[in-house]
């Protein structure tokens, strides 16, 4: 493989349930780096996740529609069968915080161990999308609060048909 | 500026006050990765720095002699100045702790402050590099120790002239 | 709102599943500082709760018997949409640990995105009550160990009515 | 002393060598909680400083004028001891990140073994203050680098005068 | 007891579902040290453990079976109380990165606050091996990836047949 | 080099410059597992040092008094190369708290890299004594306030001598 081709596609993989603005940054970032970003939704994550991997592509794709070379795609087990079925060698990653930091580290020395020849490259979001994850708008969302400065207007969307307005909250 | 042309040039600066193992090895995976890689001397980093900035370059020069696209400069001032003169918008760096990584972090930040359009990659180096820094080179190598295993060879030699062996280290 | 009033009033939210030495220790601390100090149990924190809400309430008030300005209330659903009902601003917090930091300081963020007047303040637990934890605490006496150094006499009594000595241990 | 008292007034301890948009943001938060906020300027605590405490002194108290409740005063010698003259028994720090949390943490309990009826309250700015230090103001305004996004305008007007735009930079 | 007996005895506690490289490792450190070294199956750890106490014992007698001093065990309930019951009194416990850190140092201090005379010894493993866990090797190898550069070869054989290779993967 | 007489004899090596009673506390761990523990003092740590390694070495060897087992040495440059001459294997380090962690780690496989059959085994110092540093003992010393809780009574009484009381404190 022509090493030179590599930074021509890079995999920006993850459970995306649901995509955030934090996601979304990292996504017009590496957009501008690489020629095309795969956004990758990974199905069997999370067994108890919200939303279906079909759903989270549909938010997925109408939330990057307006940014260049980015496709989502899906894939299931070990990510690095996936590179390599693919021809893929680099992987972008977005680090928040700092117990990020070590699950993340660990993980991209794993991946490296089981296809010497990838990269993972870690990228910074801006720092007002540092505090946001998947998980807090899960939680902030289903006990009634507002989410609406934390995802894309389509994700809030969604989580407002899956949490309809609870009468006590408030 | 033709935001596909990013990913054919990135900067990998630093003191390399010496070149260790360590930098080689991000500089090899970051040549995989982009066409051009522009490994760039701070000047002005240390005022009690061990070797000129001339040294650097030559050792980083010849460490990196058979790596494709691999380019040594120089500069001083601010790196976004640098990146701004150069039409360069992508940076890369290596982290190989969790200190590191927090002030890694906050210059990453800092720097796309003033320059938005910047992104700093950051990269792991294998973890048997991890461990290695300019500063504990420098330190072992000034106290008798042995450091062929954390430096390439030219950078080896240039240390044992500068620290000749001491009479009663083992 | 007059913000002056706000030193008056602070919440001390937590699960206090049971409350410990630890929780004891920031009470009496914030109590010095805060005219009135709310200890506010979640109700829905823990779907494994070993105790009752009121349980823990109950707990919460023979501990704090002795210390002026503190009363136990509960809530449930979002901290901010209680703060909001009450009119509070100010929530206290102890920090024990690192991987504590990042968790409150991105739970802290996360209000305060929710509610933009409110403020959390950290306050140090005293080092001895620093490795205690509610966690830990269950841990323990489930596993037939000592905990009486971990938690007020009544909790310590609490404890052992839940978990009668088992025969195996020591 | 009234234990009631104490939320009255507290004290906000640095080198404010420059003042930042970080401390201001402090400040503005902790003036919303305590009757009367002390900005108290360390006399001594670097000898390589670049404002004299007078001029940091004047820096602060031209940049809180707006603020209600804020005095800007200085001292030298140990926090303890100056607490212990005035009266004062809380503390308000600010934390931006985790190597911070781990000084401030170990300071905050030192500080209690010397004068146990003290506390530390740790405040968390907002996360685009949170990369500011006054240490990286210095570096890249005296790298003629732009800092007017990282200080007050009349920090900014004062470093412009201390740091003369070079020739050479852009 | 003679305190001076103390170095002749230590317990390595885990749960080993699987023992892995990183194991071995700290298990053939510790037992060049200690004249004799326990290594404890924690019977209780993980109600969903992949492989049985019996079965992680099995694995790991034949991977230490040519280490000298080595003693393969299984304990139940808490620590302190089989330290008490066997009359032993150091433990040592490897750390591979910062998280381990913070959850290995509160368990070393609880444990010393039930057992004071007790201490535990935190070893380094080989960087090679501090990206392996037990946990991370389930995951792989779950997912039909190469694990035999993370375990032994008595306990890849055994992953193998637990997780018979999958046809779609690769 | 039997290997089972590792554990007869270990070095816990520092800079001393005072001894604390967080030292003191390690030492007297360690005393109880090592048959024989050479405390050494680094004669070429710091230029800058309050004390002489002969006022250091005294200070120790009049602190640890009543510790069967320990002897007070001294060395200079490379720790692995005294280690060598002494055929010591086993160093002791205490770690108080995370970035004590980081640097200690990198040091501990710094010094495997150089001398790959030595280990270095790290103790926890009981938690009022972990926000004690010899640092913060000179700081407040010579700022006028308290240490006799920090320090053993002799170090006390050499800090007193070595800063007198000043006038201005209290």
Redesign the interface.
Known sequence: MS??N???SALYPGSFDPPTLGHLDIIR?A?????RLLVGVLWNADKNACFSPEERMTMLREATAGIA?VEIVSFD??L??YL??EGL??VVRG?R???D??SE??M???N???LP?M??????PA??Y??I?SR?VLE?AS????VS??VPPNVAAMLARRFPA?Q???
């Open positions: 090493t030179h590599q930074a021509q970032r957009a501008r780096i690489f020629r070379g087990g070990l690095v069968h390599q079925r060698r680099v680090i915080a700092y117990t930091f070590e580290l660990q991209a020395l794993l490296r161990a089981l020849d990269e993972t490259l870690f990228m910074i720092p007002e540092g505090i994850s807090r902030i006990l009634g609060g507002e400065h934390m609870r006590d909250s408030e």
